[in-house]
Structures are given as C-alpha cells and as structure tokens.
C-alpha cells in the first residue's frame, strides 16, 4: 500500500484541463510524494498517466473503481 500525499478528483473535469490540473496538483508537491487522482472517461484514462509518464513521473497504479471511476496513483519524480 501506498502512503497518499494529496487526492485530486477530476472525474468532472474534461481534456486537456484533466492534466493541466493533474500536474499542478504535482509541482505542489515534494519528490516522492504520492498523488491519488480520481478520473473518469476513456480519455482522461489514457491520456493522464501517458503525460504524467511522459513527464517522468512514477504510475503506481491504475485501479477500476464500483462506480465507474479510475483511481490512479502517481509518485512524482525529482527535479
């Protein structure tokens, strides 16, 4: 299990607002830190933890959630 840092719900949110607030949320926090982020559509499920990647960071997880949701788990990287 994961020690959480932050959660960020952005199952109302829609592309491209879904990373931008998903990497905010990120350079608010320190290296290591875990990010819990909430999110709903085939796109933001794709296109979230490929940018997050992208940018070097960690996907610990991506877990289907009852409710139609996704829980991803990002730890950020070091800068």
């Not at 998903?22 to 909430?38: D, I, Q, R, W």
């Amino acid at each position: 299990m994961h020690d959480v840092t932050a959660t960020l719900d952005i199952t109302r949110e829609v592309c491209p607002m879904t990373y931008v607030r998903t990497k905010l949320k990120l350079e608010s926090l320190g290296s290591g830190a875990v990010l819990e982020v909430f999110l709903k559509g085939s796109e933001p499920l794709k296109n979230v933890p490929r940018s997050a990647r992208e940018e070097g960071h960690e996907v610990l997880a991506l877990e289907p959630r009852p409710d139609g949701t996704h829980r991803l788990l990002l730890r950020k990287q070091g800068r």
